[in-house]
């Protein structure tokens, strides 16, 4: 079986596109033994049929107006462990690239890889790389038939979003003419197929499956919020319930004007249920869906996600080694690199706490004014006391997560021309952009 499939449908008009593409991946692979380059084209014939010669593999195709047809006809004549969802109008731009993609950090193989394509980037995958299982598991997850689009859609909304691994450091380029504005109703007729119920339910239930089989899956989380009376703004909510979680997990609201004794409410809650962690997320904090299961898979007894001040100059709020009456040192941006880094404390509007921690700790938890007389400071107090226990806290520096803020727009004229301030009524001023 080789490592990947690379599927390439193009048209019979195209025999340029083709041949440059492949010319480019034999010019960046760093071993081309390794890949099966499967082209299928669409052709006179009545049925399809299926020429082999190493690791080339030639389809044809009957004609079809559906890309997706010749997307599904690529994967069935495909062997690879791995599926690349490519097209004629790509190149590679990084050498090697084959030698980046890390296979063997997800062992079930149950991962989508994408790559920087300076159109979507981090956001959206146009050309997918996922698993040989997944096709195994619903055979028919590329049956429906796409004119344009929805083809990458489908892996992508099949994949829950902790197992999209973004791969900045591969880049890829268009070189693709735009589609016109007489392709509308293309593009209409594959939206209405797309969200067709029955479709929608095969990527759910893909989705499902592959949350399933990660060890994660059985992780009992008590999501705590941590607010007032409502939260800071109503679409708080809409993310909160948008949030990917295990099955055993629950909800917890606690109102209230202290914060250190709802956040000791939570805690109190999560031992009466036996949560196997919580998740403090206060009630000003937008989370990605898929930010739990990136926290639950560092398997830490603390882990936070990068949250920034919301006041300018947004710092991120992240603390490293305690140092006497002046407190934890601050950390910058100018400080932080990528991935999994272990600090000294942080806030507490995003974290994952393993619920064996307060066993550890003394009751009440968090307190209020303990730390600073003249703060809050529940959580430095809660980060100090847990330091001294041996217990370590780390910043997961991939999961980022949005922090709501208040904030004074104003068009200001000035010699420049017109450009637009802002004011989030800190001590250090506002910040000024100028206008297009």
Excluded at 148 to 153: E, M, S
Excluded at 252 to 258: D, F
Excluded at 276 to 300: G, N, R, T
Aim: with cysteine.
């Amino acid at each position: 079986m080789y490592q990947l499939s690379i599927l390439l449908p193009s048209g019979p008009n195209n025999s340029e596109k083709l041949a440059r593409i492949l010319t480019n991946l034999k010019e960046t692979i760093s071993d081309i033994s390794k890949i099966e380059f499967v082209v299928c084209l669409d052709n006179v014939i009545n049925e399809v049929n299926i020429e082999r010669n190493g690791n080339v593999v030639y389809v044809f195709a009957p004609p079809s107006q559906h890309r997706s047809t010749f997307f599904l006809e690529a994967w069935k004549a495909s062997t690879g462990r791995f599926v690349l969802m490519a097209n004629d109008d790509i190149i590679f731009k990084t050498k090697n690239w084959d030698t980046l993609i890390p296979y063997d950090k997800y062992p079930d193989d149950l991962v989508l890889f994408y790559f920087k394509d300076n159109q979507f980037n981090e956001s959206f995958s146009c050309h997918p790389i996922w698993s040989r299982k997944v096709m195994e598991f619903e055979p028919t997850l590329l049956d429906p038939l796409y004119y344009i689009t929805k083809c990458d859609n489908t892996i992508w909304d099949s994949h829950p979003g902790h197992r999209r691994h973004y791969l900045p450091e591969i880049e890829i380029e268009h070189i693709q003419t735009p589609y016109g504005p007489e392709w509308a109703p293309y593009y209409e007729m594959d939206n209405r197929t797309y969200w067709q119920g029955n479709l929608v339910g095969i990527r759910n239930k893909v989705r499902h499956w592959i949350t399933a089989q990660t060890e994660l899956y059985n992780a009992n989380v008590l999501i705590g919020v941590v607010t007032a009376e409502y939260a800071r703004r109503a679409d708080f909510y809409d993310h909160l319930n948008a949030m990917e979680r295990p099955k055993n997990s629950m909800n917890i609201s606690v109102h209230g004007q202290s914060i250190a004794n709802n956040r000791n409410k939570v805690v109190d809650n999560a031992l009466v249920y036996g949560s196997s962690h919580v998740l403090f997320l206060d009630d000003d904090v937008i989370p990605k869906p898929e930010l739990l299961y990136s926290l639950l898979k560092h398997d830490k007894d603390i882990v936070c996600a990068l949250q920034c001040h919301r006041n300018f100059p947004h710092a991120p709020i992240l603390f490293g080694e305690y140092v006497g009456k002046e407190g934890f040192r601050k950390l910058n941006f100018s400080n932080l690199t990528d991935g999994l880094v272990r600090v000294g404390a942080a806030g507490l509007g995003c974290v994952l706490i393993k619920t064996d921690v307060f066993k550890k700790m003394e009751a009440p938890w968090f307190r209020f004014g303990e730390f600073r007389k003249d703060q809050m400071a529940e959580d430095t107090g809660f980060f100090k006391r847990a330091g001294e226990l041996g217990i370590e806290v780390y910043c997961d520096l991939g999961s980022q997560v949005g922090h709501i803020a208040s904030m004074i727009v104003r068009p200001i004229k000035k010699h420049i021309g017109w450009i637009v301030d802002y004011d989030t009524n800190s001590q250090q001023g506002s910040v000024s952009f100028k206008g297009l």
